[in-house]
């Protein structure tokens, strides 16, 4: 190693945030750094970010550094790891690792957005394969996760041993393998870690994580006892959940159905790499209406709330096929996403309105988190023996809760890191060194770019206020023509006086033109922002808002 090399992480996204997981590991001197990167995620939108479908990290850094990125390593196909992928992938076209089910799900997702999307071609890498890029040698490790094949990654440099978590928890009796390797995580202790970037989404739970076996027999019993229809809504990926259902239903002598696009995509790639193996084939939506109600059970997407997901238009009884009925069930087999709660409350609203009776992890354990809990992240500190603890994946109490953690553990360097941040690991002191571009771009509809080109400011305006616009002609004698055409979008119908509003802003626009002497109305520019300017006063005197408005002034 020579003496001006260091090993540094550098977090674009995932550390102060749930979800959009970036990150990336650099080494050799500032100037000819080379890169890996883990992971690219998103996150979603809120109803601050209207029309916004995904919420993309802002990778700008790259820019400069493209042709010294060796590589994208993917722990896991969960949306917040590899959401981004497709993407961002083309602006970089680097090769990128990942397990076969992460591939399959790529593949899947171009197929469903008819190829909007390019194709990004994968080597597979799996827990146990070797790679070796740059300076970095990469080792997958087995950990056990609410999805098909998700892995840890060691990371070995001239300057020490890195182990990124990714998402992990200790489940000695998952639904769905793997379990998390612990004998291989002590070897890797053996041969020495620097650094241990470890998930924190649940470092504020003490004890450990119930285990996935413990929900798969409370599901089993709901359905067992069922006297009616029974609904489940978890997240799509939670493959061996969703095989833990419909084997408990077959168990019981029920039927199943799927609803959802994506469910059905993540189980047909299950099905193509052997997870689905001996369950029972599924129903179609036309068959459902034939099948005694408690016979039937239906695996379904929409626990976060999603509008245009299958159990919100059920709650709104706005399926052909398929509708519930007083006495059925639906469970809630996940976690509310912070800021998805009342979406999630307006559906189980609509279908109590229904007489369906609702179970959620408060009234059964019909839900556990993929994520460690306190106990286990001490382990993990016991089993890889980490000089450095840097908290990873989680909003800010999460990654304090964390820290402080480790150091009650004995380690004595957990660094403060956020998006953004150059963590120099080696050599010399553990020290944030710099900081580098990052941020939020979005994804609306085919498009991508930053919150001004996408116009989300001016969008958020509308929403509030409204939009006017009108056209006013003038003749050679810069009198006006007609009557100008004036149409508001989003506005109050009368005013505060009990007028049109329109027949207000109308009057505005021409009191606006008739107000400047003629001899001054040659300049259309300077009439055009007169009467923009008119329009919103009388708005805002009439109504207490100024919308947006967009004058036209042309001369015949």
């Known amino acids: 190693m020579a003496k001006q090399d260091e090993l540094v992480f550098l977090p674009l996204g995932g550390v102060g945030e749930i979800g959009m997981n970036l990150a990336l590991y650099g080494y050799g001197p500032p100037e000819h750094r080379q ?26 850094f790259l820019a400069s550094e493209r042709k010294n990125l060796k590589a994208i390593i993917i722990t896991h196909a969960h949306e917040d790891h590899y959401g981004a992928l497709a993407d961002l992938w083309p602006g ?70 890195v182990i990124h978590t990714g998402d992990w928890k200790i489940d000695h009796e998952p639904s769905l393998g793997p379990l998390t390797d612990e004998t291989r995580f002590r070897q890797l202790g053996d041969e020495g870690v620097l650094a241990l970037m470890c998930d924190s989404t649940n470092a504020l739970r003490d004890g450990v994580s119930p285990s996935e076996k413990d929900v798969s027999e409370s ?14 809504t978890t997240f799509s990926s939670n493959v061996g959940r969703i095989r833990t259902v419909a084997e408990a239903a077959e168990a019981a002598g029920r039927e199943v159905l799927l609803l959802g696009s994506s469910l059905k995509r993540v189980v047909d790639v299950a099905q193509d790499i052997g997870l689905m193996e001996g369950v029972k084939p599924f129903i179609s939506e036309e068959e459902y209406g034939y099948i005694p109600r408690d016979k039937v059970v239906v695996i379904l997407t929409g626990s976060q709330g999603e ?20 006495g059925d069930i639906v469970v809630f087999s996940s976690r509310a996403i912070p800021g998805n709660e009342k979406a999630i409350q307006d559906i189980k609203n609509g279908l109590v309105e229904q007489g369906v009776h609702i179970i959620t992890d408060i009234e059964a354990l019909v839900h556990v988190s993929g994520h460690p809990r306190r106990n286990e992240l001490q382990r993990m500190y016991e089993w890889t023996r980490p000089k450095i603890v840097v908290p990873v994946h989680g909003e800010a109490t999460h990654l304090t809760a964390h820290k402080e953690l480790a150091e009650q553990s004995g ?55 409204g939009h006017v616009a009108v056209s006013i002609v003038l003749d050679a004698r810069y009198d006006i ?5 004036l149409v508001s979008i989003g506005l109050p119908v009368y005013d505060d006086e009990g007028d049109e509003m329109e027949d207000t802003l109308f009057d505005a626009a021409i009191s606006a033109i008739e107000s400047i002497p003629r001899a001054r109305r040659k300049d259309l520019d300077m009439l055009q922002e007169a009467v923009r300017r008119a329009i919103r006063a009388a708005a805002n005197q009439s109504w207490g808002k100024k919308p947006v408005v967009t004058a036209f002034v042309t001369k015949v």
Do not use: Q
């Open 307 to 326: 509008a245009r997901a299958a159990l919100a238009k059920l709650s709104r009884d706005e399926m052909r096929n398929v509708a519930f009925a007083a």
């Open 219 to 232: 599901l089993r019993k709901i359905i067992e006892d069922a006297e009616g229809r029974v609904a489940i």
């Open 481 to 485: 023509v007609g009557d100008p055409d």
């Open 411 to 465: 380690i004595s360097i957990v660094p403060r890191v956020r998006n953004g941040d150059i963590l120099r690991l080696a050599p010399g002191p553990v020290e944030v060194i710099g900081e580098a571009p990052h941020g939020r771009i979005y994804k609306d509809g085919m498009l991508i770019g930053d919150f001004d080109e996408m116009g989300i400011g001016e969008r958020k305006k509308l929403s509030y206020v």
């Open 92 to 161: 970089l076209n680097v090769p990128v690792y990942a397990s076969g089910f992460t591939a399959g799900l790529l593949e899947a997702k171009r197929n469903f957005e008819k190829a909007r999307i390019g194709e990004v071609p994968v080597t597979l890498f799996k827990a146990g394969d070797k790679i070796n890029v740059g300076p970095f040698s990469i080792e997958g490790v087995a950990v056990n996760h609410s999805i098909p094949e998700p892995m840890s990654l060691m990371i070995r440099t001239p300057a020490g041993n």
């Open 35 to 60: 890169w890996i990167m883990v992971d690219c995620g998103v996150t979603f939108p809120g109803p601050d970010l209207p029309g916004v479908d995904l919420v993309l990290p802002d990778i700008r």
